[in-house]
């Protein structure tokens, strides 16, 4: 017996032994990529050495003697830090993800193969001037020499994630940064789910009238009526089964409700207690371990420009330099349109145009899938655009047979000069010279916040397209693409879209609401990102009289809902303190303790209270309630609550009321009985999810933050390493917007907001602000992985200053470039 013991005994040290070394190998393999920050390179391609100073949150400096020199050694820092999360961009963007993983990611590469994103990144690097491609030739070539580098020293391959998932890495080229610019518009862009959307939700509901309810227009004057999806396009599918989208984190095609948002709002000094303009920006975006913003200061030959770049993407995006300041917003620019294609019945290689019969456009693409048999897909384009899948956004359902569906999209340019009009935004010195810098960007659409010393401006940059004042449709839904009206006739000037320039008030923003009211076809879209936070944001700009910095920071910060101040007295105005006394642990009780709660709350969505979820829960089940009966399978793509929806019917506006009527029953409900019905579901939700302690809940448990790695995210142990998870106040509709995943398990996950916050005074520019959601590096065993997660979650910022001096004085490392000889 003590034998056997004593062999158990030295299998077990031996099994512990083995575990330690194969640990300790896994980490030094993944830290051998670790970058040195205090290095010096030899490297192809400079003019002159150059300095990359690291300040102490590890924000590049790049000083150089050229901007080429400078755009190089950008190239070099965005792979030190994040050479993985472009690998995987560019992998997205050209479809080749399946290389790497397999089937898993196979349905998104055969996409992104249709809109054939890449091919035209390729033709646009020759639209572009020659200034902008010298710097996306030097970008290039830093980002080369940093692969390079990590070749000849062995540098664990770049990111640990390489050792998992090993591929061989071409080298970086212009269209690559090209084709992220294209991805990005992609994830940005949402009206083509709405155009399916509509369709679907018009061909579902008995009454058409109620069709204004559910998808209703952003209040104001200009809205024409418009014809039922039947009556467009006779013989549409009348029911379908509803085809959820790939739910793969790596997939960019998002949900209506993720298609894009941010704020943006600036004052001038007029309305400045420091005499100089102020300008706050937050784009927002999905959550994801590292962000996909990173904060970097160039130092080019017109000036210094710092803020928060987009790895792959050479050019500062938001930010300011020493004499301009620029933030950008969601347009939600109608720059979308589906077109039904009618097939030749004798000939499904030729489909319907206004002159005849034509054959499509083909064109034959493999993909190379990981552990199996390469696929080959049949890309067709017709005059309108590529064709679509009928699963993409379910557009089968709204396709006749023999019909296929195809996009029209300003992204799906082969001239697309976008990444020249931001170049050229970055040495822009005034706000005049900025918007006409912006007069070649093409995709995707944004307001363009502005500030130099003296002045403000917005202005509505990327291509409008021009529409006949015929179309059928408006482009609010999927029409025939035979129909001469219904096609595109070329893009709007640059004149048309809208600007405001130098306010009478001092004080202009966005966020992403309604901006103009201008009949078709000069109307800009008919879908706007925000009828809530505009309102919230209106009443804190007009508290004061002047603004300082940390005005603009508060409203960044701000967590009251204006939707829940205007929604809950609605909900509740027949149960507020009604009713006789429940006993306890009664469901009666239950509901009572629920409005008491929210009968003294301010619509603050603080974290640590538990008002916010339970009137989340309740607003959530509520509307559930009232559009299952009357859509079917349909209402599960009404993830999130539409505030004016429920406004509408609580208020009866031209007859809502009838959403409130379970048409299956006998009896007629009203809206104050399916405000209680959705109350006691609410709290049974909380009771089997968060237990029935109301008081002890905690909106942030909840409400977590979840910047999840793509890949590794989902990994047993490995997550608890890659994963950052946070608890967070704010909401769908706060301007510290934390939006929702609106769907289970999990509902209330904060999965989208303001990943980059800005705040610049021209006063003070050094006092100006920033901050990401996660840190600078994409390595999870770097201490900036998520340094700045705690700084963003608690709503501090970091300084953003162009002093050098500052910037070496607490630097982490100095890395210098030397041109080889």
């Known amino acids: 017996m003590a034998l056997i013991f004593r062999w158990l005994v030295r299998l077990a040290a031996l099994l512990i032994f083995l575990t330690v070394l194969g640990v300790g190998m896994a980490y030094w393999l993944a830290s051998r990529s670790l970058p040195d920050y205090d290095d010096e ?15 102490n949150a590890n924000v590049p400096h790049i000083f150089g003697k050229t901007d080429a020199d400078v755009f190089h050694a950008l190239g070099f820092a965005h792979a030190q830090d994040r050479m993985w999360q472009m690998i995987l961009l560019r992998r997205t963007a050209q479809g080749r993800l399946s290389e790497v993983f397999g089937t898993a990611t196979l349905n998104i590469d055969k996409l992104l193969r249709r809109f054939d994103i890449y091919t035209l990144s390729v033709r646009s690097v020759e639209a572009l001037d020659a200034e902008t491609r010298a710097a996306l030739e030097a970008y290039s070539a830093g980002v080369n020499a940093r692969l390079d580098q990590i070749n000849s020293e062995a540098l664990g391959r770049g990111a640990p994630e390489m050792w998992l998932f090993n591929a061989p890495m071409a080298p970086w080229s212009p269209a690559d940064s090209l084709a992220i610019v294209k991805l990005m518009g992609l994830q940005l862009s949402g009206h083509l789910e709405a155009e399916v959307i509509r369709a679907r939700t018009s061909l579902a509901l008995a009454d058409p009238d109620r069709l204004k309810d559910i998808l209703p227009d952003v209040p104001g004057a200009g809205i024409a009526a418009l014809p039922e999806y039947a009556a467009l396009v006779p013989d549409a599918p009348k029911f379908a ?15 209506l409700a993720f298609a894009g948002a941010s704020n943006a709002w600036a004052a001038d000094p007029s309305r400045s207690a420091s005499g100089g303009t102020l300008l706050a920006n937050d784009p927002h975006l999905g959550f994801s371990a590292p962000a996909i913003w990173y904060l970097a200061r160039l130092e080019l030959q017109s000036g210094g420009v710092i803020g928060g770049t987009i790895p792959g993407i050479p050019v500062v995006l938001t930010g300011r330099s020493a004499d301009l300041g620029w933030g950008l917003t969601s347009a939600y620019v109608d720059d979308q349109d589906v077109y039904i294609e009618a097939l030749n019945p004798d000939n499904s290689n030729e489909y319907r145009t206004p002159d005849g019969f034509r054959k499509f456009r083909t064109r034959s693409s493999i993909i190379n899938v990981k552990d199996a048999d390469p696929v080959t897909v049949t890309l067709r384009w017709t005059e309108n655009g590529p064709v679509m899948p009928g699963n993409h956004y379910n557009l089968a359902s709204i396709t006749p047979s023999g019909h296929v569906a195809s996009v029209n999209w300003t992204v799906l340019s082969d001239r697309d000069t976008s990444i020249q009009a931001a170049m050229a935004l970055m040495h822009a010195k005034t706000v005049e010279e900025g918007i006409a810098a912006t007069e070649s960007y093409i995709a995707p659409a944004q307001n363009l916040t502005l500030s130099d010393h003296k002045n403000i401006a917005m202005k ?37 879209n809208p600007e405001f320039i130098a306010p009478s008030g001092g004080i202009l923003g966005n966020t992403n609401n ?10 800009v879209s008919y879908l706007w990102g925000d009828t809530q936070r505009i309102q919230r944001w209106q009443r804190l700009m007009q508290n004061r009289q002047v603004h300082t910095r940390d005005s603009f920071i508060e409203a960044q910060l701000d967590t009251i809902s204006f939707t829940a101040r205007s929604l809950l007295p609605l909900m509740g105005a027949e149960l507020w303190f009604t009713g006789e006394a429940a006993p306890d642990k009664t469901p009666e009780r239950q509901r009572q303790r629920a409005l008491t709660l929210l009968a003294g709350w301010s619509g603050e969505m603080n974290e640590h209270m538990p008002e916010p979820l339970i009137y989340a829960a309740w607003l959530r089940a509520l509307q559930a309630r009232m559009i299952q009966d009357d859509l079917g399978p349909l209402a599960d793509e009404f993830s999130h609550v539409e505030p004016l929806f429920i406004e509408r019917a609580f208020r009866n506006i031209d007859g809502a009321a009838a959403w409130c009527d379970v048409l299956q029953s006998a009896p007629i409900e009203t809206c104050p009985d399916m405000a209680r019905l959705a109350l006691d579901d609410a709290l049974l939700w909380i009771n089997e999810t968060w237990g029935t302690q109301l008081e002890s809940l905690r909106w942030g448990d909840a409400h977590q933050a979840t910047h999840d790695h793509q890949v590794l995210g989902e990994v047993p142990v490995l997550r608890y390493f890659v ?42 520019p ?51 470039l030397r041109p080889a000889q």
């Open 723 to 764: 994963n950052i998870r946070q608890s967070t106040s704010g909401g769908d509709n706060t301007l510290m917007r934390g939006r929702t995943k609106g769907t289970e398990p999990n509902p209330f996950y904060n999965v989208h907001g303001a990943g980059y916050r800005g705040v610049y005074d021209f006063a003070d």
């Open 766 to 816: 050094d006092s100006s602000v920033f901050v990401t959601s996660t840190g600078q590096s994409g390595h999870f065993l770097s201490r900036h992985y998520d340094d700045m997660a705690q700084l963003w979650r608690r709503g501090e910022y970091i300084p953003m200053s162009l002093d050098q001096e500052l910037a070496r004085a607490a630097a982490v490392g100095v890395t210098t």
């Open 241 to 255: 089964k509803n085809i959820p989208l790939d739910p793969h984190p790596l997939s960019p095609f998002k949900h």
């Open 41 to 55: 390179v030899t490297v192809r391609g400079l003019t002159a050495p150059v300095e990359i100073v690291r300040d």
């Open 460 to 496: 509505t940059i990327g291509a409008l397209p021009r529409r006949d004042a015929n179309h059928q449709s408006k482009g609010r839904m999927p029409t025939r693409g035979w129909e001469k009206a219904n096609r595109w006739d070329g893009m709007m000037p640059y004149t048309a």
């Open 514 to 523: 309604k901006t103009v009211d201008r009949p078709f076809p000069n109307h």
